[in-house]
């Protein structure tokens, strides 16, 4: 399997610290509200990427962090007028509501900032004692230029990064690119007892803690959104290297920006989506095919005619999910399953050779799909239950990798005659608009309708 580093700007093949194990560490979100459409690229990547590393067997830790104490958060609380604490407690059961309804699963750990505080400052005193972090006016800053390979994950130098940078103005610090590693306690807000007085941690301080932890001085892969390669990864590293004198991460994934109709997403645009906003005009299920039918690497363009092209692409899946279905359940035929399903391997053994250059899911996809149409051209002459089991079975287990198909029967006719009978009240109601959509809606699934004196009837295409 070979995987992009960006830390040496190629694709490397992956070879693990521990044979057959992987430890990897994906950086969460700040919880102060819900995460929007981009960084559910970022969690669902991560969460198919583990599920690959276990399909082709690997024992794999996966921790993923809640940032719990930040200046989002206490300004949030401020404005409600509750205790920061509510804040991000609120904010991470809403996460897993979204997560889960994302499909993606849970980490094996994830960890708190506010329940590591004495690993987070036992970190920066080991960074203090070794001359890389100082102390000025109850901050304490992690000095740059005391560390001799920052900018490597950026591939910027030290003077590109003071000149390119937007720095905050800080007399306290040295050098404009030192970054705090403890904040001196402000009044009401969240702070705790330490050698440099009361005071909350630095943002990017806490992966490092929760990293060696966790996972160890060294792990196998870290990641999260292009957007953290510079500051929060590149200091990540600063830290972790200079405290510990060891590689902090071996390889280092990013994925890639998430644009809404050919724009940055941004709320003064008003085109910035929540998972649950986007859950009412869309099953959450199209937005992670639509996700995988990129490359992780890739800019995606998220626009309503491409969330609908990846609809009808994830419908088909399911339609010859649920034909295979119905023809084993009423297949009597037996005996062998056809030289056909042999050929069956043909398309996992492409499936895994695509999947292992790069965590190509686009191209994973394309080969579901071929598979389909190769299984559609078969049955029809060979429909053994033995040969649609075994269709069956490989169909859902390449889908499996990327947590697809996993509803368990549409229940596509409950579905259809609760569309025609909320159809039928819209035209008593004379509401001829919402009668309307809701037949173009019944299309694009597939359905036509027909009105008759008997009532309305309806086929699937």
Request: aromatic share 12%.
């Amino acid at each position: 399997m070979k995987l992009f580093n960006t830390l040496t700007r190629k694709k490397e093949e992956f070879i693990p610290i521990v044979p057959g194990e992987v430890k990897m560490y994906a950086c969460g979100p700040t919880v102060y509200n819900y995460f929007h459409i981009g960084n559910a690229r970022t969690f669902m990547t991560f969460d198919a990427l583990r599920r690959y590393f276990q399909y082709r067997g690997y024992k794999v830790t996966f921790v993923q962090n809640f940032t719990d104490v930040d200046d989002k958060i206490i300004a949030k609380a401020k404005k409600e007028g509750i205790p920061a604490s509510e804040v991000s407690e609120k904010y991470i059961k809403e996460y897993f509501f979204d997560a889960d309804s994302l499909g993606i699963m849970r980490a094996d750990v994830h960890p708190k900032v506010t329940e590591n505080i004495p690993e987070i400052i036992d970190f920066i005193k080991g960074l203090v004692d070794k001359g890389f972090a100082y102390y000025a006016n109850g901050d304490v800053y992690f000095d740059v230029e005391r560390f001799h390979g920052y900018g490597k994950l950026s591939k910027q130098s030290i003077e590109d990064l003071q000149s390119g940078a937007r720095i905050e103005v800080n007399e306290q610090k040295k050098n404009p690119l030192d970054f705090v590693l403890w904040k001196s306690a402000k009044p009401q807000e969240p702070s705790w007892d330490s050698p440099w007085g009361l005071g909350r941690p630095g943002w990017h301080i806490e992966c490092s803690a929760m990293v060696k932890k966790y996972l160890g001085e060294t792990i196998d892969i870290h990641g999260g959104g292009g957007d953290l390669v510079f500051p929060h990864h590149e200091n990540e590293i600063a830290q972790s290297e200079a405290a510990i004198g060891k590689p902090f991460s071996n390889y280092w994934l990013h994925v890639g920006y998430l644009n809404v109709d050919n724009k940055k997403m941004s709320k003064s645009l008003n085109n910035f989506f929540t998972p649950r906003e986007i859950s009412q005009e869309y099953d959450l299920e199209v937005i992670r095919f639509f996700m995988f039918s990129a490359h992780y690497r890739n800019p995606v363009n998220f626009s309503k005619d491409l969330v609908e092209a990846a609809q009808n692409g994830l419908d088909r899946l399911y339609n010859a999910k649920e034909n295979l279905q119905h023809l084993m359940e009423n297949s009597a035929a037996t005996g062998g399953s056809g030289e056909w399903v042999e050929e069956l391997e043909d398309y996992k053994k492409r499936f895994i050779e695509v999947m292992d250059d790069d965590f190509n899911t686009a191209d994973g996809i394309s080969v579901i799909f071929d598979m389909v149409r190769f299984i559609n051209t078969n049955i029809a002459e060979s429909p053994s239950k033995e040969a649609l089991e075994r269709a069956y079975a490989m169909l859902m287990e390449l889908s499996g990798v990327l947590g697809l198909l996993s509803k368990e029967g549409q229940d596509l006719e409950g579905e259809v005659e609760e569309l025609i009978e909320e159809r039928q009240r819209a035209r008593k109601e004379k509401n001829f608009k919402r009668a309307d959509e809701i037949r173009d809606i019944l299309k694009d699934k597939g359905i036509v309708l027909e009105d008759t004196p008997q009532g309305v009837k309806w086929k699937k295409l």
